[in-house]
């Protein structure tokens, strides 16, 4: 890529095999080498970053694939299982899941880096097309990795999504049809997006490779926007460019790891712990938080079509940036005007973030619209503008003379960055999790949980206390279907022997066969098996309870979230986090009263609840104090019941959760110190430099 490698190997065997192919060479002449521009700041090891995402989420996207059953009827069930029963399944689907979050906040951050100081300008107008060809194949598979799970957000954001191509004249309804397989979102659909989400990243792989090639073509641009002239300019990529890249990564990966061991679901939308159910819609449909800017410009159009071609078009309008932008100057920090509309730019980004989540209603409406304006007008208007009438400052004669210039007055311009990016990422995240928490009604006390945080663990008794008072008194309704009854024998539940698992299991009697001769018959229950459901079918228990379905418990917890996001999300990054579906189903469970307020009428067998979603349930008062009799002397009283069986429940719904925190805080120890290593050998290598 970089030219006739000088690389000279001596060892005969690999002399070789250099001579009939100069893989090596071209390694060293590539990425040992190469010169790079030696005033590299670290939004430049974004770029390394990036490579690092692509291949874990490829690796563990891989391995996934072997344990994921893409049939409609089974792909919930699959993930569930990846996630209790396949050994680190748990770790695997936070890292795939959480990654695809760590990959788009990196994309972002390696796009604006490359606005700010000019990097799709000439000679580099290729490898910033190629970039966008790459965000575009990301954003497709990440749109068809999310509907992989089958959650309810998965499939209704399915169906919103392929919507918007009927808007296409002629052959819109053809294309939506196509991309289903049929007349509606269904298995055909499910098996296309998962095909195709395994098959985009190598696409990607292919198109980084070209981005790559591009960039040794052209070269690094750099703060400056200055071309290297002599040797002082640039420092070999190895060690000095690795040895920087190295250090940044270590400390993205402290961050990364936080979202893995401690925050798994904090990214995600709550919707999709409930299995799809085509015959219910979410209250709020949106996406994941990295496509509400542009979810937001197709909603602040009222035109169907006219809103998908905005919303597409702002992406493609990147590609042509080289012509839009002709003025002579690179680097922003060299163009007062520039500068500012950037950081403008960038609010407006953010804006349209946090419309994206909201309501497509009244002053929402209104101020989409504005920043859709302003959006389109920066990269149609201003940057045209810009480029005849700016007068930039002065750029330096060389990199040298940058590095020499900007030597002790760094930090500030590196601070206001990061507090813009942080600020950024949490009305982006807090755009995103506002949306989920206006849908549950009154928000539920928050209450103390002996798992809460980077360090909680289950409370033993209380475990035990809330399978009982599950067996006794949630079991006639609702399953737990995704626990095995063995888990109740693993470190981290509720501490039975193996022993005392199996005789629990065979209290159960589980459907089985067919026998010899063809016909079901029942047995007792074995650890292997997973909590029976007490219905046959859905049908069965619809007829029992009044035409409602008692849902499955084994993700109460995990379905239900409040108060999450801007400016909860910088509290809960550094705080005892715990989602909000303990406090729901605790306060549910307390919550009846047995008249409804003046002026509240109930449907017919429905119960008043302050914090049910509407306030009716059809589920009748379940706990009632005395209900249960506790041998180890807790009070039988309902707030205890509710606190114990809620307990389980959470546990239910993450049985792996102690050894995740476990393996969390081993693996922050080992990147803390790793990264405090990396940053003294960084200094070292790097007073070489200069």
């Known amino acids: 890529m970089s030219g006739p490698s000088d690389f000279q190997p001596t060892n005969p065997a ?29 939004w430049w090891t974004f770029g390394a970053i990036l490579s690092l995402m692509l291949g874990v989420q490829i690796l563990t996207g891989v391995i996934l694939a072997m344990h994921y ?3 409609a009827d089974l792909a919930f069930k699959s993930v569930e299982l990846i996630v209790r029963d396949v050994n680190y399944g748990w770790l695997l689907r936070n890292i795939h899941a959480s990654g695809a979050s760590m990959f788009f906040f990196a994309v972002y951050i390696h796009m604006f880096r490359g606005l700010y100081y000019g990097s799709y300008k000439e000679p580099r107008e290729v490898l910033w097309i190629l970039g966008v060809i790459i965000y575009l194949l990301m954003m497709a598979t990440g749109f068809m990795g999310y509907v992989l799970p089958w959650g309810q ?10 919507n918007l191509f009927s808007a296409v004249p002629y052959f819109g309804e053809s294309i939506v049809t196509l991309l289903w397989g049929g007349y509606s979102v269904g298995n055909p659909t499910l098996n296309r997006f998962f095909s195709l989400h395994y098959l985009l990243p190598f696409v990607i792989a292919g198109v980084v490779v070209l981005h790559i090639w591009a960039l040794h073509v052209a070269g690094q641009n750099n703060p400056a926007g200055v071309e290297p002239k002599t040797e002082k300019d640039t420092v070999a990529f190895t060690p000095y460019a690795t040895m920087k890249d190295m250090f940044g990564v270590s400390c993205f990966l ?47 159009i009222p035109n169907k079509l006219a809103g998908v071609v905005a919303m597409f078009g702002a992406i493609l309008i990147l590609a042509f940036l080289p012509w839009l932008d002709s003025a002579k100057t690179r680097s922003s920090k060299y163009r007062p005007l520039a500068k500012q ?67 002790g007055r760094k930090a500030a311009p590196m601070v206001s960055s990061v507090i813009a990016l942080l600020v950024a990422g949490g009305l982006l995240l807090g755009g995103a999790e506002s949306a989920r928490a206006a849908e549950g009604g009154t928000k539920p006390p928050a209450e103390k949980w002996s798992f809460a945080g980077p360090f909680g663990k289950f409370d033993r008794g209380a475990l035990q206390r809330g399978l009982k008072v599950y067996k006794e008194v949630c079991a006639s309704c609702h399953g737990l279907s995704f626990v095995a009854f063995r888990n109740l024998a693993e470190a981290g539940g509720p501490g039975y022997s193996v022993a005392q698992a199996q005789a629990f299991a065979s209290e159960y009697k589980v459907k089985d066969g067919p026998n010899d001769q063809g016909d079901m018959f029942e047995r007792p229950g074995r650890p292997a098996d997973y909590f029976p459901s007490p219905f046959p079918n859905e049908q069965a228990a619809r007829a029992a309870n009044g035409g409602a379905y008692p849902p499955d418990l084994s993700l109460i917890t995990k379905a239900r979230s409040y108060g999450r996001g801007f400016p909860m999300f910088l509290i809960d990054f550094f705080t005892q986090y715990q989602e909000q579906g303990p406090d729901y189903v605790a306060a549910l469970l307390q919550g009846y009263e047995d008249k409804a307020p003046a002026g509240v009428t109930l449907p017919e067998g429905s119960s008043y609840n302050k914090y049910f979603p509407g306030h009716a349930i059809k589920m009748p008062k379940p706990l009632n104090d005395g209900q249960v009799t506790y041998d180890d002397g807790s009070p039988a009283t309902v707030a205890q019941y509710a606190k114990d069986v809620t307990t389980f429940l959470m546990w239910a719904a993450e049985p792996h959760m102690e050894a995740r925190k476990a393996l969390g805080l081993q693996v922050f120890v080992f990147l803390i110190l790793l990264t405090v290593l990396l940053y003294f050998t960084k200094k070292k290598v790097w007073a070489n430099a200069h």
């Open 153 to 162: 957000m998965s499939f209704w954001g399915a169906t919103v999504i392929t």
């Open 254 to 300: 402290l961050f990364f790891a936080w979202f893995i061991f401690y925050m798994p679901n904090y990214l995600g939308d709550a919707e999709n712990y409930i299995p799809a159910n085509p015959a219910v819609t979410p209250a709020h449909i949106v996406p994941e938080w990295y496509y509400l800017p542009f979810y937001a410009i197709l909603r602040s």
């Open 341 to 407: 509309f950037f950081w403008m730019f960038v609010v407006v980004c953010i804006g349209l973030g946090y419309l994206g989540a909201q309501p497509p209603e009244g002053i929402y409406v209104i101020v989409g619209r504005i920043l859709t304006f302003l959006y389109f007008a920066y990269f149609l208007i201003l940057l045209p503008l810009l480029s005849r009438i700016e007068k930039p400052r002065p750029v330096p004669n060389s990199i040298a003379d940058d590095v020499l210039a900007k030597t």
């Open 69 to 71: 059953t893409p049939h």
């Open 14 to 42: 690999l002399k070789w095999i250099e001579r009939r192919l100069p893989i090596m060479g071209l390694m060293h002449s590539s990425f040992v080498a190469y010169p790079t521009p030696r005033n590299l700041n670290y």
